[in-house]
């Protein structure tokens, strides 16, 4: 019930396309959703995290949709350029209770010109 | 700010010898979290530390083991090591915890022989 399920694996995108990441969860009592951005070499970055009182949420080229019933939340990066070529990851966790962040199991994005 | 600091960045170990690895979170920031990235297992939760009380504890053996001090800066420490221990440890700060925003150092890299 803990865990986080992403697809695609992996996935090319031309350059200026959107790219969409998927998760889907399987525990309710989950309520802060975040998306980080790796670099090889690097630390995950958090790009943008949502709770479940909204249903989106943008920050500029990055918007997280979330679907509450479906327990699905999905991250779209607009205009995707090749600097946006890196591994995304999902992630979930609670306020209380048991905190720490549950994440998927990564998708690598690649933007090709 | 400064963001999280990792020492050190690379570690060589052979089996059977212990490693202490070290995290300094950003100013403020009483909550430290440590994870394992592996590209078998992806990122896991090892434990987390907050005002220097282990709050959460993941699925791992009692050779992996963790502090925290009064300046919130955080050590881990594994025994025993195994091959399979290799990995990418990663450290995360945030204000409140896991259902909050955390943002993750740069890793320490372990090869164990």
Not at chain 1, 4 to 33: H, M, R, W
Not at chain 2, 57 to 86: A, I
Request: overall charge positive; charged content about 15%.
């Amino acid at each position: 019930q803990q865990q986080v399920k992403q697809s695609p694996q992996s996935l090319i995108v031309q350059k200026g396309g959107i790219s969409i990441i998927n998760c889907a969860y399987e525990n309710t009592a989950f309520d802060y959703f975040p998306w980080y951005q790796q670099f090889p070499g690097k630390g995950p970055a958090l790009l943008i995290a949502i709770r479940p009182d909204v249903s989106e949420k943008k920050e500029g080229r990055f918007t997280i949709s979330f679907n509450k019933s479906a327990k699905q939340f999905s991250l779209h990066i607009m205009d995707s350029q090749p600097g946006d070529s890196a591994t995304y990851f999902c992630a979930a966790s609670m306020k209380f209770g048991n905190e720490k962040l549950t994440f998927g199991t990564g998708t690598r994005l690649t933007i090709i010109p | 700010k400064a963001g999280v600091t990792q020492t050190p960045r690379y570690l060589i170990k052979t089996r059977g010898q212990q490693v202490t690895l070290s995290c300094s979170p950003i100013s403020g920031h009483r909550s430290v979290s440590w994870y394992q990235q592996t590209p078998g297992q992806g990122l896991q939760f090892l434990f987390e530390y907050f005002s220097e009380t282990q709050r959460n504890k993941g699925n791992f053996p009692g050779r992996f083991s963790g502090r925290q001090f009064s300046n919130s800066r955080s050590e881990m420490n594994v025994s025993t090591l195994e091959l399979g221990d290799s990995a990418l440890y990663l450290c995360a700060s945030s204000l409140r915890g896991a259902g909050y925003e955390q943002y993750f150092g740069p890793g320490t890299r372990l090869t164990v022989t």
